[in-house]
């Protein structure tokens, strides 16, 4: 009756729920792509709901993406609400702990050591790790077996990660205490921190004393650097870093730099394994299509097999499709939020999103829906050549794209397009081109040494687990593999 009653005509329709604080967070919270399917087919692109206590505004589809992710900065603000779980996980003055103009600038400076001259000496790491990874672990002994797939990929991950962008001698610390370190520091991104955050529980304790001890073993580092002279360092992420002045005049301090490290690895992680999880499953509920990526790089590369290098990933069209595709079905980042910092009028309606409220992004509901993508939910990585019956009909390519800086390097101007896995705007992501890279000499090189299967033969693909910040394959995610060529 209340909903009914106090409906406010210039506020998007509220969606109905019995319980006020909790309102519609359980069916949301279970499987968000299949719960903003639903409600938008009853109320339409916008519409609010309660989520944990909150007001929250979702605007779907096209125009829905340009009004949240491409929101002026004086309207939108991602900070208010993510910093309270980041900052004690990166650490103090970057990303969401200090104002958006300084983040803007942090950006523009890890990007700068994420150049196609990195990429050329990542692919070599990347491939050797993965390469590595398959002759000793334990789980890949023989020449078939059944495993699952999803805590590999995580390993495979942070190897290839941590020693592309930091180093060989952090990569190595991963072996022995990093990789507990880190997995404590995850911990603090347990969507409960939304509202425990600050409490004195274990997980929190462990949290801040791995947060204190990471990054002491960056500073540690950065400051050996200086003393021997530093100029000899690869040029890797730290090194661009400790050379970075802001236009102030301020060169960037110690403690922020060792932050960012710890931003950038974990900003990658989850969205990177979960990619690369889902490939893996993918690739075993269709093993005809792995067989056909082997098949492209003998084309492509020659019978022997070479060391892959960055300039084989883009004649490898199929190998990069996988990796595009299953962003388009298994975006790990499925929800986007702001906080409304004035209120903000709706264009085309009568509504005025208040500042009461959040606001929510979903782009994956444009990348799944049939209006832009035919028979969305077939996984068909060949849907990406022109030729394709399934090809996308309004998806521009990046080049295509109008461009705009906020600061941090060219990006497309509009967020409007119905597919964008790495969002749009002030805040969209800049460890695209390494994931792709990253993504697509992980595929490449498993194509080359295994053939998956699901264990029970069949095609089906494992559901999807939504209880963490991101999506990811639900668990245990078993496959068969067996060596190719044995
Ligand atoms: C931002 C997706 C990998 C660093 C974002 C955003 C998305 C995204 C959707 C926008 C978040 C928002 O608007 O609130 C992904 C996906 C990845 C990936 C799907 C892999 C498949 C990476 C990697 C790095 C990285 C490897 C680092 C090397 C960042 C950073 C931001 C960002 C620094 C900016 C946050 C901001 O400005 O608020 N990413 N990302 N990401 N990502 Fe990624």
Request: charged share 20%; hydrophobic share 35%; glycine share 6%.
């Amino acid at each position: 009756l209340q909903q009914v009653l106090f409906k406010n005509p210039n506020e998007p329709p509220m969606v109905f729920h019995w319980f006020p604080l909790i309102g519609s967070t359980i069916t949301y919270g279970m499987d968000p792509p299949r719960w903003f399917k639903e409600t938008r087919a009853k109320y339409g692109d916008c519409f609010t709901f309660i989520l944990l206590g909150k007001k929250t505004t979702v605007y779907l589809g096209t125009q829905g993406n340009e009004f949240i992710l491409n929101g002026k900065i004086r309207d939108v603000n991602a900070e208010d609400i993510y910093s309270v779980l980041t900052t004690p996980v990166f650490g103090k003055d970057v990303v969401y702990d200090c104002p958006n103009a300084k983040l803007m600038e942090q950006k523009k400076f890890m990007k700068i050591a994420l150049t196609t001259e990195a990429f050329r000496s990542y692919v070599p790491i990347i491939s050797g790790e993965v390469s590595n990874y398959f002759k000793r672990s334990p789980d890949f002994k023989g020449k078939s077996g059944v495993v699952n797939i999803s805590p590999k990929m995580a390993q495979i991950t942070i190897f290839t990660a941590s020693h592309s962008l930091q180093g060989k001698e952090i990569r190595d610390q991963f072996d022995e205490t990093l990789a507990d370190l880190y997995h404590d520091l995850d911990m603090g991104f347990s969507p409960i921190n939304f509202q425990l955050h600050w409490a004195p529980l274990p997980w929190n304790n462990r949290r801040d004393h791995a947060q204190r001890t990471v990054a002491k073993i960056y500073m540690d580092t950065i400051k050996a650097r200086r003393a021997r002279g530093g100029e000899t360092d690869a040029q890797d992420i730290m090194y661009h870093l400790m050379n970075s002045t802001y236009k102030n005049g301020v060169k960037v301090p110690d403690h922020e730099i060792a932050h960012m490290m710890i931003a950038l690895l974990m900003a990658g992680q989850h969205s990177s394994s979960s990619t690369s999880a889902w490939c893996m499953l993918r690739l075993a509920s269709q093993p005809k299509i792995m067989d056909e990526l082997y098949e492209e790089q003998v084309r492509v590369l020659g019978a022997d097999l070479p060391d892959l290098q960055y300039e084989d990933l883009a004649k490898l069209p199929l190998n990069q499709a996988i990796i595009k595709e299953t962003l388009r079905l298994h975006a790990p980042i499925h929800t986007i939020l702001r906080a409304v910092k004035s209120p903000m009028p709706v264009p085309g309606t009568k509504f005025v999103v208040p500042t009461s409220h959040n606001l929510l992004a979903a782009p994956g509901v444009t990348s799944s829906d049939p209006h832009y993508f035919p028979n969305p939910e077939v996984w068909d990585p060949h849907r990406w050549s022109a030729d394709s019956p399934n090809a996308p009909a309004m998806v521009k390519s990046y080049e295509e794209e109008e461009k705009i800086d906020y600061g941090y390097g060219l990006v497309s101007k509009g967020a409007s397009s119905p597919y964008l896995p790495f969002g749009a705007g002030r805040h969209r992501c800049i460890g695209e081109q390494f994931a792709n890279v990253q993504l697509q000499t992980i595929v490449a090189m498993t194509a080359r040494h295994f053939r998956f299967r699901n264990v029970d033969g069949s095609d089906k693909v494992i559901r999807t687990d939504y209880t963490s910040l991101f999506s990811r394959p639900l668990e245990p995610a078993m496959i068969h593999w067996e060596r190719r060529g044995e």
